[in-house]
């Protein structure tokens, strides 16, 4: 079975500077995997998804991920955050079979500051 | 507008009452699923179905039940057997297939009190 591991719990960063999340999975063969955003007491929002091909994926708000075999991660940046970008992120990792075997990681809690 | 509505956003609930939170989607997706969140943990599988009629156990599904009485329903009940339901519950849905995503409703949350 598959797993993920987001080692950060929670994170905080500036307004305007760059931000990575670190995401690292365990999975014997090439997984699906996406990132998720969640602002507090509401549901998820797809940010991006890999599923195959070019492995650094562009999502929405301006986040990115990059997807490394060799590092079992897909770890999401933006280069500059902003103040909205407060939220928990959730990486999940999907194996084939249908999205009910998609596991979720732990979450991060991003925290802007001024 | 397609999306998925979860209805109500809070309940509250006295122990030893069964409870049923609402999932409706209008993106005629044939899967759907119930999560649980909590602090800490992520999201939990508790159901899921990919069609009509039938649904199946996720990893958490002890003190819960569901139907799948039209495609575009998919209600959780939670039981009185749930020996901890105080939690926020997420309902998804998706096309069937591997290459998906899941879209989610905006939640509710549960209160035992």
């Known amino acids: 079975a598959q797993s993920v591991t987001q080692p950060d719990i929670h994170i905080t960063v500036s307004e305007g500077a760059s931000l990575e999340l670190r995401c690292n999975y365990s999975y014997g063969a090439t997984p699906y995997l996406f990132w998720y955003v969640q602002s507090p007491g509401q549901g998820l929002q797809l940010l991006l998804k890999?599923?195959?091909?070019?492995?650094l994926v562009q999502g929405i708000k301006g986040f990115e991920a990059e997807f490394k075999r060799s590092q079992s991660s897909f770890n999401l940046r933006k280069p500059s955050v902003h103040w909205s970008d407060a939220a928990e992120y959730f990486c999940a990792v999907g194996v084939r079979g249908g999205y009910q075997k998609v596991t979720f990681g732990t979450g991060t809690k991003l925290q802007v500051i001024p | 507008d397609g999306g998925i509505t979860q209805s109500p956003k809070y309940l509250f609930r006295k122990e030893g009452q069964n409870v049923t939170l609402s999932c409706e989607q209008n993106?005629?997706?044939?899967?759907m699923y119930w999560y649980r969140q909590d602090p800490g943990q992520g999201l939990r599988l508790i159901y899921y179905s990919q069609i009509v009629n039938d649904f199946q156990k996720g990893d958490i599904a002890e003190g819960y039940s569901v139907s799948r009485e039209k495609k575009e329903s998919f209600p959780l009940t939670v039981t009185s057997a749930q020996k901890n339901p105080t939690a926020f519950y997420l309902c998804?849905?998706?096309?069937?297939?591997?290459?998906?995503?899941?879209?989610f409703g905006q939640g509710t949350r549960l209160t035992v009190v």
């Open positions: 998804a849905s998706s096309i069937l297939g591997d290459l998906t995503e899941a879209f």
């Open positions: 993106l005629n997706h044939d899967a």
């Open positions: 890999y599923f195959s091909g070019d492995t």
